[in-house]
């Protein structure tokens, strides 16, 4: 990430090229760069605004169908940038990672309903067991069902425990007796 520009001719012809990552600080790209790099099958780049790039040859002979990954929320950038807007296949990167699990499978279950995306809102879920109910996520949050803006690397855990509720409490003259988990 300290490199700020990519000479000309600095890859030209290197076909056996498959894969570049282009870092965050790289401001501008030089003409032919990546010339006749006719192995490239993908295209990585960190910056948030498009590198300048120095002319049309640069990805001369390099398919503009291959996947270019760009950071979230630069996709419009890259797509009407000059030269870049020749690629047709650009992917935006989340840049977090996000899981949500069960601290036990036998009390409760956890659902990603929506896994975070460029913009997307996670929904999770936590569904207690029969005979259990939902405590609370290894956060804190009460809420089974919640939505997160994902903002950096999360691992949550849903909790549970037995439910010791009553089921019903009655004032009866004459009842039958049952126990739930041993308790009458």
Same mark, same amino acid.
């Given at each position: 990430?300290? +490199?700020?520009?990519?000479?000309? &001719?600095? &890859? ?5 090229? $498959? ?6 600080? +790289? ?5 032919? +760069? ?7 099958? #993908?295209?990585?780049?960190?910056? %948030?605004?498009?590198? $300048? ?7 001369? @002979? +390099? #398919?503009? @169908? ?12 890259? !797509? ?8 047709? @296949? ?9 899981? *949500?699990? %069960? ?13 975070? *995306? ?14 259990? /109910?939902?405590?609370?996520? #290894? ?6 069902? /919640?939505?997160? %803006?994902?903002?950096?690397?999360? #691992? ?11 089921? !019903?409490?009655?004032?009866? $003259? ?5 126990? /739930?988990?041993?308790?009458?």
């Amino acid at each position: 990430n300290s +490199v700020t520009s990519i000479g000309i &001719f600095a &890859f030209r012809g290197c076909s056996s090229l $498959t894969s570049i990552t282009i870092g965050n600080s +790289v401001t501008s790209i030089g003409n032919s +760069v990546f010339s006749n790099c006719s192995g490239l099958t #993908s295209i990585n780049i960190e910056a %948030t605004i498009p590198p $300048t790039i120095g002319g049309a040859n640069t990805f001369n @002979n +390099v #398919s503009k @169908n291959i996947p270019v990954t760009v950071p979230c929320g630069s996709l419009s950038a890259y !797509q009407s940038a000059n030269y870049w807007s020749e690629f047709t @296949n650009y992917v935006e990167e989340f840049p977090y990672t996000f899981s *949500a699990t %069960t601290a036990d499978a036998t009390m409760g279950s956890v659902t990603i309903e929506t896994a975070p *995306a460029c913009g997307v809102d996670a929904v999770i879920k936590a569904t207690p067991n029969d005979d259990y /109910r939902f405590v609370k996520w #290894s956060d804190g949050n009460t809420n089974a069902t /919640r939505t997160i %803006t994902v903002t950096e690397d999360i #691992s949550l855990t849903a909790i549970f425990e037995l439910d010791e509720t009553p089921v !019903q409490n009655l004032v009866i $003259t004459s009842a039958n007796v049952y126990s /739930r988990n041993g308790i009458i």
